[in-house]
């Protein structure tokens, strides 16, 4: 997964014909998760409908917002209305300008942009409980898996989790039944080294998942019905203070965090059960006021993915081997009606997972296959879907990584 960090290195420049401010400061605060930007106003109580963006180095180029002809993008933004752009560009600090109003020069400031991943996965993780192992597959440039090698965890011990990775790609965290472990990543190569188990508490840990801030790890403890979640230390990686948050889920499979951290949803391998949506508590990291994610009824829907906009929702559902699209509601992360997608006869799909740019999607289906489908850039709608890759003995979970 595309892992995209942005800070504010320097100020470059300041028209001086901008608007007056005693202490004018930074007009933006500017920050991402994956590739995902995510923009607010330091003005208070003022919105400003046409606020520009321009990459000033070149490879670079943005998504979702509306395009002007001297490489300005237009969006609404204001200090309570973040905006969210999609970014296209390789690793590197470009320099971007940002603009109060328009295209420019009134209101502007330049800001150096650290991108420390690229849009392009270059490899996808699959945990094999079958086989005991985890694969490290690597991916062409079409997202077509090409060749896989065997990750060492523990010895004796077998995943039975996704993988999840710290922002900076550094860390992954990978269950083996009742553990977890932490292992440290060559991020050139993307091996793993140095495997501890961390944490406690897990019952048959069936999925991991971080928030944006590396803060918090949750953990779906299957067999004890129960979401785990741990604090996360900033310099080791290590769990702690790992205890049950939320309620209403049975037998939890995937959980799936949205983009700004407020909303997670946990899937069940249960027919009768509900993909249960939670908000989650910013300061704390608790799930709160955990209910039904839709008032459509999924049938075993093991695991769901989020575009990176969070306006649509993925959902697998086991039991009648279909792919639900679902409209997600941005205010309340409530699910208000799907569809059917996918050109492919899936059997018994029970994991997906979305590149960061919400261009292609890999299914794990029947435990023993990767299926690879193209997202249409209007509807959302999955074609061209695919099996690539080996076969697989046991498929626990799928994690892009690049």
Known sequence: MKRIFIKVTALVILSQSQISFADPGLFFNVNATGSLLNLTTTIPHHSYAN?????????????????????????????????????NGPRGMPSATLCLEGQGPLS???????????????????????????????????????????????????PTTNVAFNK???????GATDNVYVCNVDISTGNFSNCTATGSGFNFAAS???????????????????????????????????????????????????????????GTI???SPLVLCAINPATGDFNSCQSASDYFFRA???????????????????????????????????PGCTTTGDFAFNVPYNIEINSLGTTVYIGDGFTRVVKCSVDPVSGALSG????????SNLEGITLYS
């Not at 900076?168 to 990978?174: D, M, P, R, S």
């Not at 990686?237 to 949803?265: D, Q, R």
């Not at 879907?385 to 697989?392: E, I, W």
């Open 168 to 174: 900076a790609g550094t860390l992954a965290y990978v």
């Open 208 to 266: 991991i998942a971080l928030n944006p801030a590396n803060t918090f790890a949750y953990v779906s403890s299957f067999s004890s019905s129960e979401v785990i979640k741990c604090s996360v230390d900033q310099t080791t990686g290590a769990l702690s203070n790992c205890a049950a948050t939320g309620s209403g889920f049975f037998e939890p499979t995937g959980i799936t965090l949205n983009s700004t951290g407020t909303f997670a949803y946990v």
């Open 301 to 335: 829907p093991t695991w769901a993915a989020l575009n990176p906009l969070n306006t649509t929702a993925y959902v697998v559902n086991e039991n009648t081997s279909v792919i639900s699209q679902c409209r997600v509601s941005p205010t309340t992360g409530f699910i």
């Open 108 to 158: 502007c400031q330049d800001y150096a942009i650290s991108i420390t991943g690229s849009n392009a996965p270059r490899f996808i993780y699959i945990s094999d409980s079958g086989a005991a192992d985890l694969q490290q597959c690597s991916l062409d440039s079409t997202g077509a898996i090409t060749s896989c090698t065997n990750v060492s965890i523990a010895p004796g011990s077998f």
């Open 51 to 87: 606020a520009g963006i321009k990459f000033n180095t070149p490879g670079y180029s943005l998504t979702s917002c509306r395009t002007t002809g001297n490489g300005f993008c237009l969006f609404s933004v204001s200090d309570t209305m973040p905006a969210s752009l999609l970014v």
């Open 270 to 272: 249960n027919a009768f």
């Open 385 to 392: 879907c695919a099996v690539t890759g080996p076969n697989f």
